[in-house]
């Protein structure tokens, strides 16, 4: 039964419906995983065995009353420890919300039960929902699976590393500055990130409450997490479309994917940049990604650029998800950035001081912001009128080495203090935000393909960018990706 473990989501769907495996025994196969795995990778966070099981045998009764079959119908799925799930405990990482347990689900978690799917535990979230690595004090740390010395990345970095060891076949993750693209590069797992404003935020805890129906998060986006491209289609497809009290107005269409193969496709490739460099690892697996993609009839610009530099969109971008935050500070807090940015020295440039700065921004200062967060949108318009996709890095490292300081993790500040090696040499900790923020700021579809391994055995992810509203484009291109580099097998002793 193992084997069933690793395969994709859809696939597990389809041998439901087809009554070759049942749902409680894929379920009965989760907690055995789940039990003999996670101990010492801490990438689940709360199993409902007896939950869980009830859902599996009325998807069984379904199938065998042969009553409508959603498209992920009797998938047993985890969801990341952010999203409200009826009846389940959702703490988001925080020891104040340890006994907390909703009423209902998210929206975007309804949705994934709607479509048949099983939700049968949660995964493990940095303190706050927020950081490069996944650790806090209720649940402790969560490892990579290819290397336990190394973080599977943040915030949604129980999501990845559960799926990495084939610990469930189906994730909801979100993501403001990486967070569900930044751990499918470190686990070597696939993910998607929608065009803004196609799922809605509701039950993202504790930002957006079940009560918010209008709220949102600036450059955040809710989305899947899966081992295959092909099942992102599936769970986007059922987490899209208005919220319901705009359902009545507008429904959601999405430009349809092309229906061929690579040939006759064109995409700029843009795999490194003096504002975010990629060490010479990571690099290689970019380039040779790239290089067979072209072999398989995909047409590669390697001097295609958006006008906006990726430095000067870095910098708008900083500043937009410094300030999409700052809702949470106290006022306490919000004195001391002030007194502390008065005191800064004009002509400081430092990352430390930009970000003093975005916190106590005035509205004014945010609307121009806003402005030249427009001004970049239109920058990757211009280059989608000459190119179909956008090939770029996610991160420029491997899966960085655990912080040796976890109850860190969430401090900005913190992170500011921090390094990763690029070809030997320290660069900002912050790295790991500037391709994942410029490209969330300007609202584009983003899906990450596993594309290879380093010749240390650490995944590396590439970033398929599209016009907005193009995700079944970026989705297509990944699926044929995929096809041609093929996926990661399970992680050393996940078989």
């Avoid at 193009?470 to 002793?493: M, Q, W």
């Amino acid at each position: 039964m193992d084997e069933l473990a690793l395969l994709p989501a859809t696939a597990v769907a389809r041998l439901v419906a087809r009554r070759e495996v049942t749902s409680r025994e894929l379920v009965e196969l989760q907690i055995r995983r789940v039990r003999r795995l996670d101990p010492g990778l801490g990438a689940v966070v709360l199993l409902d065995e007896e939950g869980a099981l009830a859902a599996a045998r009325a998807a069984d009764a379904a199938v065998a009353a042969g009553r409508p079959l959603g498209p992920l119908h009797g998938v047993p799925m985890t969801v990341k420890d952010a999203f409200a799930t009826a009846g389940m405990r959702t703490t988001s990482g925080d020891p104040g919300r340890a006994d907390h347990v909703p009423a209902a689900d998210a929206v975007a978690v309804a949705r994934l039960r709607a479509a048949g799917c099983v939700v049968a535990g949660k995964t493990n979230v940095p303190s706050g929902v927020t950081g490069q690595e996944t650790a806090n004090p209720l649940f402790g740390r969560t490892s990579n699976p290819w290397d336990r010395s190394r973080t599977p990345g943040g915030s949604s970095g129980g999501a990845a590393a559960a799926l990495a060891a084939g610990l469930t076949w189906l994730e909801l993750g979100s993501d403001m500055g990486g967070s569900i693209r930044q751990p499918a590069h470190c686990c070597g797992v696939a993910g998607h990130v929608p065009s803004h404003g196609l799922v809605p935020h509701r039950g993202h805890l504790p930002s957006v409450p079940l009560h918010e129906r209008d709220a949102e998060i600036d450059l955040m986006e809710v989305g899947p997490l899966a081992r295959a491209p092909a099942d992102l289609r599936a769970a986007l497809l059922a987490i899209a479309g208005p919220d319901d009290d705009a359902a009545p107005a507008w429904r959601l269409e999405l430009p349809p994917a092309p229906s061929g193969g690579l040939r006759g496709l064109r995409a700029a490739a843009w795999l490194d940049d003096p504002a975010a460099p990629c060490d010479a690892a990571v690099r290689e697996v970019l380039e040779g990604a790239v290089d067979a993609l072209a072999d398989a009839g995909l047409a590669v610009d390697r001097r295609a650029r958006p006008a906006a530099t990726l430095e000067d969109a870095w910098r708008t971008a900083f500043a937009l998800w410094v300030s999409g935050s700052s809702a949470g500070t106290s006022d306490e807090e919000m004195d001391g950035y002030r007194e502390r940015a008065r005191r800064l020295d004009p002509g400081d440039d430092s990352l430390a001081a930009r970000r003093l700065r975005a916190e106590v921004m005035e509205h004014r200062d945010w609307l121009r912001a806003d402005a030249a967060r427009r001004a970049v949108g239109r920058a990757f318009a211009a280059l989608f009128r000459e190119v179909d996709v956008l090939l770029c890095p996610v991160i420029g490292v491997e899966a960085p080495e655990h912080d040796p300081d976890p109850d860190g993790i969430p401090s900005v500040e913190h992170r500011l203090a921090r390094t990763i090696t690029v070809d030997g040499r320290p660069r900002p900790y912050l790295d790991q935000l500037v391709w994942n923020t410029v490209v969330g700021m300007a609202r584009l579809p983003s899906t990450v393909v596993p594309a290879g391994r380093t010749r240390r055995g650490m995944p590396v992810g590439l970033q398929v960018v599209g016009p907005i509203t193009g995700d079944l484009l970026t989705l297509r291109v990944a699926e044929l990706a995929a096809a041609v580099l093929g996926l990661p097998g399970p992680p050393p002793g996940c078989a």
